[in-house]
């Protein structure tokens, strides 16, 4: 299968262009913002030869049946509606585009519907040789199968949010896992980190499971809001992509550039850009310069470092350190004891080689500044640190590395 993505890359994706948005200006801007393809695009001839132009993907919808499992009302249903042969046929009437990327097969399906879908999308990535078939799951918070004569329905089709992701994994073939999770739409309380936690065991999951089955993990996360007071903040977008780096992401993708759902999204009903845009732009820029470097290594587990007192990850199936040692690096931690997320990485040339993407996980909410002061020793001859901004040639003092890691930032820590 010869596939328009680039997976070598860290790919940086958007939901949603609505047809007031597919100016040739607008898809210029798509690229400007560091965004490398839209999802649930729609097949716009048109907007596609635009987004060839500027080297734009597209995850079109609409080409095969689509499918969305939703309050879990028709689970188990995807056979019967969506047969085989409807994506026989869609496939023998599709007009192929440099543009598209990727087909939409269907969005947060049970895992009553897992045995059809590996059978759909294995079918799809044969009738379409250029595209890869999108899936997408459902985050932890979406409703579990309950034993009470009370529920008629459910999202998940299982008792726990892992059996759902192992079912997936047993069922469905592609080599990516991808969820969506909107940790701020799930309180507004700034004083609280139970979304933060609950976000943090999603990644756990997700990235066990990618681990575990030599998947790549794919993850949604929000630039617009679910309260039409709030705006999503810079370092809001920062912390969200950084922790998902420490969890091993490979593909991350914003909700929404144009109407979708709830409110504030990067363009506003008339296709104007709104304050999230620039916002948005400088995160993916920075995750764009980091990219290349953190590219050559893969995720082998993450570490939850300094996480005691108000930051303890309830419900969060971890065991914090308070500094981690990996038997190449030690004693890594914040001068002052705050947390980090440590996500441990190998080189993926075999050579061996080790690397740490650091996150500060100490103000998740963004309107807090806290820089932390990182401290560790390395067995390695030298260590580079590097971040968004370019490389940072770190303190040395008593045998000790150290740098500052700004408030929801990263660093890729590289032993030599």
Not at 107 to 119: C, I, K, N, T, V
Not at 241 to 246: G, P, R
Request: aromatic share 12%; with cysteine.
């Amino acid at each position: 299968m010869n596939q328009r993505m680039d997976r070598s890359r860290l790919n940086i994706g958007a939901y949603i262009l609505q047809p007031y948005a597919r100016t040739e200006r607008h898809v210029r801007e798509i690229k400007e913002c560091g965004i490398d393809f839209i999802v649930c695009m729609g097949y716009d001839r048109p907007a596609l030869d635009l987004f060839a132009k500027y080297g734009v993907g597209a995850v079109v919808s609409g080409v095969v049946p689509g499918w969305w499992g939703g309050d879990g009302a028709n689970a188990g249903g995807l056979a019967e509606r969506n047969p085989l042969e409807r994506y026989v046929q869609a496939a023998a009437e599709f007009k192929d585009h440099p543009a598209i990327w990727g087909i939409d097969v269907g969005d947060e399906p049970s895992a009553l519907d897992f045995p059809h879908y590996g059978r759909v999308t294995a079918l799809t990535e044969r009738l379409f040789g250029q595209q890869f078939a999108y899936l997408n799951l459902y985050p932890n918070y979406a409703s579990v199968a309950e034993n009470t004569s009370q529920q008629t329905v459910n999202q998940l089709g299982t008792a726990t949010y892992e059996e759902h992701i192992r079912r997936y994994c047993e069922n469905v073939g592609l080599d990516y896992l991808c969820y969506d999770f909107y940790m701020y739409s799930l309180t507004a309380d700034r004083n609280s980190l139970s979304g933060v936690n609950r976000a943090y065991e999603n990644l756990r999951v997700a990235a066990e499971a990618c681990r575990a089955t030599g998947r790549s993990m794919w993850i949604v996360l929000q630039v617009n809001s679910n309260r039409l007071e709030e705006w999503i903040s810079e370092d809001q977008l920062r912390f969200q992509a950084n922790s998902a780096l420490a969890f091993g992401a490979e593909v991350i993708t914003w909700g929404c550039y144009t109407a979708g759902w709830w409110h504030n999204e990067v363009l506003d009903a008339q296709g104007e850009k709104t304050q999230q845009y620039e916002k948005l732009r400088a995160v993916n820029m920075e995750l764009a310069a980091i990219g290349p470097e953190y590219m050559k290594y893969r995720n082998v587990s993450t570490h939850f470092i300094g996480f005691g007192g108000k930051y303890a990850p309830e419900g969060v199936s971890v065991i914090p350190v308070p500094a981690l040692n990996t038997g190449v690096f030690f004693g890594l931690r914040a001068e002052d004891g705050s947390p980090l997320l440590a996500g441990q990485m190998v080189s993926r040339c075999g050579s061996g080689k080790q690397a740490i993407w650091l996150c500060n996980a100490a103000d998740p909410w963004g309107d807090r500044p806290a820089e932390s002061r990182v401290e560790f020793t390395s067995v390695a001859a030298g260590v580079r640190i590097l971040t968004a901004y370019g490389e940072i040639k770190p303190d040395t003092a008593n045998g000790k590395y150290s740098f500052r890691l700004p408030t929801c930032g990263g660093a890729l820590i590289i032993a030599e």
